[in-house]
């Protein structure tokens, strides 16, 4: 796993469970966090694929 993807990782796994134990009267904040936190996973998604990357090594024996 590249360090990209880890890091969009964390970050989508710190807004998701901000956002699941904040108070009921934080809706916008809970809503940013879970936007945020959408954002993060896809990025995470993204970076996983870019990083499942076949390599092609040209040198034939």
Not at 10 to 36: K, S, Y
Request: net charge positive; glycine share 6%.
């Amino acid at each position: 796993m590249s360090r990209y993807a880890l890091a969009f990782m964390f970050v989508a796994a710190v807004c998701w469970i901000g956002a699941l134990t904040l108070e009921q009267n934080a809706v916008a904040l809970g809503t940013m966090l879970q936007v945020l936190g959408s954002i993060s996973a896809v990025a995470f998604l993204l970076a996983m694929v870019k990083g499942r990357r076949i390599k092609f090594d040209p040198y034939l024996h």
